[in-house]
């Protein structure tokens, strides 16, 4: 890339990370009330989210080769425990991912 096209790539970046951080106070200010469907998204995308990762993450799981999805069953079933025991997300996601790569890494 030339010193122009990095100074324009350097600056499309500041222009977009700017926007995307100020966008939401321009278009909801702080003296209004915020719109039922934005509350409504708020309510049902975390959800929605995790849904979509639990099906990216399970899709090329096979119970029928290799280590037949134990490591994922187990660290599934301590995702849950630990969410159910401690109600917090950082936790069981946490817990989860290592429980999992220990799992692959020395077990199976």
Known sequence: M??????????????????????????FPAGRPTPKYVQYLGKVLPSAVFGLLIIYCLKNVSIFTGSHGLPELIAIVLVIALHL???????????????????????F
């Open 2 to 27: 030339t010193l122009a096209q990095q100074i324009i790539t350097v600056a499309m970046v500041i222009l977009a990370t700017m926007l995307t951080r100020f966008l939401p106070f321009l278009i």
């Open 85 to 107: 025991w401690k109600r917090q997300m950082l936790l069981s996601i946490a817990g989860g991912t290592i429980c999992y790569m220990l799992l692959v890494q020395f077990v």
